[in-house]
């Protein structure tokens, strides 16, 4: 039984997880947790540099293990500078993407093969690893379709159809291989009925 409470969601793009941390920051806080709010890649001064770097459609030509090696470097600086110190003082951490994001996208997504991240990811030594983990599935055909009036789009958002297909199944595949610590959740449900769930689950989980 872990001690601490690290909470992280992932999903394919457009799925509702920045809209989700607004439910799941309130009904925490209405348990009365001191809820700390951050996002991968990012949540520190310099790893919001390095998402710059990593979003920005001007780095077309950054090859796949460049970006692994930028993103470890971001959560390196956020597990030591952000993550590690809010759960050792009893804090709460919701993250938005943390490793089963590099799993899903550098892997799936980008054909690197899973033990290079593994290695890598173990340089970095996360001591904490989440506990709870809400992945906000749903057609990419959904995703796509919620995103699709935004004025600009990022590098990753550019990828096809085909890219987030297999980081969908790489998200699944994951939840299903870790059943204790997933949740999943049909995102292509409503919004009340998306909130619906994650209040059920924070109830089961953390006590009405
Ligand atoms: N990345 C990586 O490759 N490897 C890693 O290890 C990590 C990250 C950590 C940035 O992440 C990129 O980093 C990401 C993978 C990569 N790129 N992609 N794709 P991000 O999390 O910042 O980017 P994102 O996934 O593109 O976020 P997003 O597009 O903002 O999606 P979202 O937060 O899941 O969705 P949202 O903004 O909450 O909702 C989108 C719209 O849908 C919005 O208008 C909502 O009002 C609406 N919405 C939400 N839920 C619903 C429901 N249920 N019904 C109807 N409408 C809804």
Sequence with gaps: MNNYEFITLEGIEGVGKS???GVLSQVLQDKGRDVVITREPGGTAIGEKVRDILLSTQNGEMSALSELFLLLAARAQHLAEVVSPALIAGKCVICD???????????AGRGLDTSIIN????????FFLPTLTFLLDAPVEVGF???????????FEEQNKAFFKRVRASYLNRAQQEPHRFVVIDASQSLG???????????EKFGD
């Design 19 to 21: 809209t989700a941390i």
């Design 97 to 107: 993407r943390f490793f089963d994001a590099t799993f899903a996208y550098q892997g």
């Design 145 to 155: 379709k919620r995103i699709e009036t935004r004025a600009e789009t990022d590098r």
């Design 119 to 126: 290695d890598a990811t173990g340089l970095i030594s996360p």
């Design 193 to 203: 009925e998306v909130t619906h769930k994650i209040e059920l689950t924070l109830n």
